[in-house]
Each structure stands twice: as C-alpha cells, then as structure tokens.
C-alpha cells in the first residue's frame, strides 16, 4: 500500500527557514516522482516543487530560489526546504507521488498526474 507521510511544518517568522518531510514507507523513490504542493484558505492547490525518479527537479517561479527539494532514498524520504519565507507561503503543504512521472525543464506533473497524497503539514509564516 502506498503511503505518505509529511511532517515538518509549523509557525515560523518571516525570513526563517523550515524543512519538511516526506516519507514513502512501502514502496521506492526509484520509480516514482514525488511532488509538492500547497493549498492557502480560498486558494487552489499549487505545486511547488517535484523531484523525479532519476532525480532532476523543478519549482514553481513563486519558490525559485527559496526552496530545495532533495531526496534520500535510503531512507525513502523526500525533503522540501523552506527558505527566506514570506507570509504568502502559509499554507498546508502536501507531498504526492506518482511512478515515472517526468520532472525538470519543461515537465512540471500537475495536480491530476499524481496518484497518491500525504494528509498535509501546516506551515504558519507571521510574525
């Protein structure tokens, strides 16, 4: 059974830094492309990072530069680091997987390519 499993988030200052997990117990990076998303209160969901199986990534312009996706398949685990966050980024935060999904340059799988989900993680930027 495939599942996912984020934890990470909390309340943090503007210009602080987070780092959030995802753990992939039962199956292997190896084959599947994990996923990023955030979902503010009234907004849409929007991806914001991915990491392939091969391991090529890509982000959202919105996150360019702050976040680093990374992923350590020993452990099966994804990592999305938060940096220089802003209130805007407050939002619930989900992982996602889908197998074989390409990601990097133009490819970025949108919400519907993915098959699986976390339950989400709270991230609360405010001072």
């Known amino acids: 059974q495939v599942q996912l499993v984020e934890s990470g988030g909390g309340l943090v200052q503007p210009g602080g830094s987070l780092r959030l997990s995802c753990a992939t117990p039962?199956?292997?990076?190896?084959?599947?492309?994990i996923g990023w998303f955030r979902q503010a209160p009234g907004k849409e969901r929007e991806g914001a990072s991915c990491?392939?199986?091969?391991?090529?990534?890509n982000y959202a312009d919105s996150v360019k530069g702050r976040f680093t996706i990374s992923k350590d398949s020993a452990k099966n685990t994804v990592y999305l680091h938060l940096d220089s966050l802003k209130p805007e980024d407050t939002a619930v935060y989900y992982c996602a997987a889908g197998p074989l999904l390409q990601c990097g340059g133009d490819w970025f799988p949108q919400y519907g390519d993915y098959d699986y989900w976390g339950q989400g993680t709270q991230v609360t930027v405010s001072s």
């Open positions: 990491i392939s199986y091969s391991g090529s990534t």
């Open positions: 039962g199956f292997t990076l190896d084959y599947y492309t």
